[in-house]
């Protein structure tokens, strides 16, 4: 399951348009991964590790 | 004449001519020389030691007034300090009375290997003293008291100091830093600045949905500065780089896409966000004109699709379809 798919799970109101614009998920092909670069989101707090686990 | 080859040439020193007053005994002369003993002063023919005037600038002054006459005195050049250069006195000379068993004399600068040492006259071979500082001589064999000493000491840095004729010798340091202009340029001239071209080898590369994802160029068109690696690109020249860099998406209906220029780990510039259709692949671009501090910044390229689902570049192995470009346009 991608990042974008626990976010989504987690949070199913969410769009592909908050991706875009408050919301950044990120993979910098090094290896390690997905990752929120950004969470700017107005009402849904940033998931917690434990979540994303 | 006849002559084996070339005609030889020849060329008069250089010459000023002053008439006597009988009272004048300061007159302005045409060159600056370095010293007295860089010009032969003649007075009615008469050629006069260098003790008997000074020279300061233009100005020759006379010990004692030249007599009255017409165009009687001249002034000829030996050599005309190159102007530009800083001069220093190339020859002196300097006559010493030694004492009793006296062995060292300080002498006006030398440069090393470029003095001359005189005894009663005669001349001295180098073995016969020692003159390694560039101030001083020592003679192996104490002077007797009485003895004159005389030296002429050659210093050539003015000549060291100039800009060597030979040609391609002559380096940047030599030159202002800004000083070369536009004008300066030759028609045609382009400037050597970092210039880069890569695109995306065979090497599949999905995109998670929503997710920038930064993109593998592993292959280079070229690199000219060696400032390319990993995808990455870092110049070295500080200035203002013009980026270019394209994607290919699949074509799928609902997928929109757009391709970000990074700096330094940071989305900086992004292309129009496209909307694929589901019969043609959809490309997307972006160029800017980005500033470069020559040593940490870098710059990377991501690309960012939002179909719902993963989706892999297309395209990919070809230098024309996902490519990243970027070179100097001027200097900071």
């Known amino acids: 399951m991608t990042l974008y798919e626990k976010i989504i799970a987690l949070y199913p109101a969410l769009t592909l348009q908050d991706f875009t614009t408050t919301i950044r998920l990120q993979n910098d092909s090094d290896g390690k991964g997905d990752y929120i670069a950004k969470w700017e989101h107005p009402t849904l707090p940033r998931p917690t590790e434990e979540q994303l686990a | ?332």
Not at chain 2, 64 to 74: E, F, Y
Not at chain 2, 260 to 266: E, L
């Open chain 2, 1 to 332: 004449m006849s002559y084996i080859g070339n005609s030889p040439t020849n060329i008069a020193f250089q010459t000023d001519t002053f008439s006597g007053t009988g009272s004048q005994t300061a007159f302005t002369m045409s060159v600056a020389p370095a010293n007295t003993t860089s010009v032969l002063v003649a007075v009615t023919g008469v050629l006069q030691d260098p003790s008997t005037y000074s020279v300061s600038g233009t100005t020759l002054t006379f010990s004692a007034a030249p007599p009255s006459g017409t165009s009687n005195i001249s002034v000829r050049y030996l050599g005309i300090p190159a102007s530009g250069v800083t001069t220093t006195a190339y020859r002196t000379v300097t006559n010493f009375t030694a004492t009793a068993g006296q062995t060292s004399f300080s002498t006006p600068s030398y440069t090393v290997g470029y003095i001359d040492v005189f005894r009663n006259g005669v001349y001295l071979p180098t073995t016969d003293y020692t003159a390694t500082t560039g101030t001083t001589v020592v003679l192996n064999n104490a002077a007797t008291v009485g003895d004159t000493i005389t030296t002429s000491s050659f210093f050539v840095s003015s000549v060291l100091n100039a800009i060597p004729a030979t040609a391609s010798s002559v380096s940047t340091s030599y030159l202002v830093d800004g000083a070369v202009t536009q004008a300066k340029l030759g028609t045609g001239v382009a400037g050597t600045g970092p210039a880069i071209s890569a695109y995306a080898d065979a090497t599949t590369q999905t995109l998670v949905t929503a997710t920038y994802t930064k993109i593998l160029f592993q292959t280079e068109e070229f690199d000219t500065n060696s400032n390319f690696a990993s995808s990455r690109f870092t110049p070295t020249v500080a200035g203002y780089y013009q980026v270019n860099a394209q994607l290919l998406f699949p074509a799928l209906a609902g997928l929109t896409c757009l391709v970000a220029v990074y700096k330094n780990g940071s989305d900086f510039k992004e292309g129009t966000r496209t909307a694929v259709a589901a019969s043609s692949s959809g490309g997307v671009f972006v160029s800017a004109l980005i500033s470069m501090n020559g040593s940490t910044d870098y710059l990377e390229i991501y690309g960012q699709q939002a179909s719902g689902s993963n989706q892999n570049l297309t395209g990919t192995n070809n230098a024309f379809l996902n490519y990243f470009q970027a070179f100097l346009v001027r200097g900071a």
